[in-house]
């Protein structure tokens, strides 16, 4: 169940930035003793791969932090972000760390599964941040955008630190994203109420200021 839970961290992790978690799980596992990856998930380690995914996440903590390119950057990331999370929980399901003694043993059998799983997690929490950010940007005049996108980064990273040390309180993390998309629900729903209101305090006036026509021409008076 321990690993179970760190990939859920991990893949929840990459919903909000791909490349952090598959960064902590490299450079744990290259420069600690932390993190284990087994042979088949060593490349994660490679010095090469280490460079090219911080020169990815710098592009996306810039992109992430610029109104209008935010949008474009979540939209490219549709595909980018589960690809990572289903890559994270796989690394995760077969690493050895402080709390997981015996990788494996969740997903013995189907090893497809754990990659899927993670896909899916990541998928749906990039769903949450691609709703939430034209919401944010909308209500703070697009300044919101680098707050919103620096607190996610921090967020990623310690989720993905916590889901390795001590994957029990990934619980935690998992009930704040979900608490956070109910509130954006609810704001989109209260921005459509605001605007339908708007809308007919703006056609009201002009309906009334219509007369009845004439019974017997037809026409207006």
């Known amino acids: 169940?321990?690993?179970?839970?760190?990939?859920?961290?991990?893949?929840?992790?990459?919903?909000?930035?791909?490349?952090?978690?598959?960064?902590?799980?490299?450079?744990?596992?290259?420069?600690?003793?932390?993190?284990?990856?087994?042979?088949?998930?060593?490349?994660?380690?490679?010095?090469?791969?280490?460079?090219?995914?911080?020169?990815?996440?710098?592009?996306?903590?810039?992109?992430?932090?610029?109104?209008?390119?935010?949008?474009?950057?979540?939209?490219?990331?549709?595909?980018?972000?589960?690809?990572?999370?289903?890559?994270?929980?796989?690394?995760?399901?077969?690493?050895?760390?402080?709390?997981?003694?015996d990788p494996g043993s969740f997903f013995s059998s189907h090893q497809w599964v754990p990659v899927a799983v993670g896909a899916l997690v990541a998928l749906c929490v990039h769903g949450v941040k691609a709703t939430a950010r034209p919401v944010i940007n909308v209500s703070t005049l697009g300044f919101g955008a680098p707050v919103a996108s620096t607190i996610?980064?921090?967020?990623?990273?310690?989720?993905?630190?916590?889901?390795?040390?001590?994957?029990?309180?990934?619980?935690v993390f998992v009930a704040a994203i979900v608490a956070f998309f109910v509130w954006v629900r609810r704001r989109r729903r209260r921005r459509k109420l605001e605007k339908a209101a708007r809308r007919a305090a703006a056609a009201g006036p002009a309906d009334t200021l219509r007369l009845p026509a004439d019974p017997g021409t037809g026409l207006r008076r």
């Open 1 to 101: 169940m321990l690993e179970a839970l760190t990939g859920l961290g991990l893949s929840a992790s990459a919903g909000l930035n791909a490349y952090i978690p598959l960064l902590a799980l490299g450079l744990l596992d290259r420069y600690t003793g932390l993190v284990d990856l087994p042979a088949s998930w060593q490349w994660l380690s490679n010095g090469w791969v280490l460079a090219i995914l911080l020169v990815l996440l710098a592009i996306e903590v810039v992109a992430d932090k610029v109104p209008v390119m935010d949008h474009v950057n979540d939209v490219v990331h549709t595909v980018i972000r589960p690809t990572a999370g289903g890559l994270s929980f796989g690394a995760a399901s077969g690493a050895k760390t402080e709390m997981v003694t």
């Open 152 to 171: 996610e980064d921090v967020f990623s990273t310690a989720m993905s630190l916590v889901a390795i040390v001590l994957p029990v309180l990934i619980v």
